[in-house]
T-cell receptor
Framework: DTEVTQTPKHLVMGMTNKKSLKCEQH?????MYWYKQKAKKPPELMFV???????INESVPSRFSPECPNSSLLNLHLHALQPEDSALYLC?????????????FGSGTRLTVV | QQQVKQSPQSLIVQKGGISIINCAYE??????FPWYQQFPGKGPALLIA?????SEKKEGRFTISFNKSAKQFSLHIMDSQPGDSATYFC????????????FGTGTRLTIIP
């Protein structure tokens, strides 16, 4: 299995809702990532997990809460989002210690905040 | 120092022509340079990648040229096809103790018949 699977593919949520994005990989990768991508822009790194521990938080607002329950799963919990948080949220995984080699992205969750 | 500059922002090429996208970096500690292809509504997919110990890498119609002294690298797409129409991102990373990718700003490529 060489895929990163993200669910749901599309999500519409109100500003008072709580929702979660899910990501799963079975490639044995021990680094997992959340990226945010706005239209016509490159992906922006949000969080990095290495060996199930949060290693990088790129000053992301607390309304985004990541969780890594095990080496195959990554969640992003969403609460009290703003319309400007509407974007494509990408999960990725890679082996560790390879300096970027083997990065694999999921297809993303298209999030719309209303 | 962590930036990767990419040009052009958009590119229109006739079918069968050569598409060329350029990137430049500052940080000499970067040692891995991938190119990603992204279709609308999809995640980026690795197209081809190079390390600085080689000056060129070719995979099918896709070639990366790498100039270490100039700190530049480019993607050439030979015999460009309408199915190549997508957004292309160059990126760079290094062994900094994390696996962070630094992306270029992207090039929107359109292949016209």
């Amino acid at each position: 299995d060489t895929e990163v699977t993200q669910t749901p593919k599309h999500l519409v949520m109100g500003m008072t809702n709580k929702k979660s994005l899910k990501c799963e990989q079975h490639m044995g990768h021990r680094a997992m990532y959340w990226y945010k991508q706005k239209a016509k822009k490159p992906p922006e790194l949000m969080f990095v997990y290495s060996y199930e521990k949060l290693s990088i938080n790129e000053s992301v607002p607390s309304r985004f809460s990541p969780e890594c329950p095990n080496s195959s799963l990554l969640n992003l919990h969403l609460h009290a989002l703003q319309p400007e948080d509407s974007a494509l949220y990408l999960c990725a995984s890679s082996p560790t210690g390879t300096g970027g080699y083997g990065y694999t992205f999921g297809s993303g969750t298209r999030l719309t905040v209303v | 120092q962590q930036q990767v500059k990419q040009s052009p922002q958009s590119l229109i090429v006739q079918k069968g022509g050569i598409s060329i996208i350029n990137c430049a970096y500052e940080n000499t500690a970067f040692d891995y340079f991938p190119w990603y292809q992204q279709f609308p509504g999809k995640g980026p997919a690795l197209l081809i990648a190079i390390r600085p110990d080689v000056s060129e890498k070719k995979e099918g119609r896709f070639t990366i040229s790498f100039n270490k002294s100039a700190k530049q690298f480019s993607l050439h797409i030979m015999d460009s096809q309408p199915g190549d129409s997508a957004t292309y991102f160059c990126a760079a990373s290094g062994n900094f103790g994390n696996e962070k990718l630094t992306f270029g700003t992207g090039t929107r490529l359109t292949i016209i018949p």
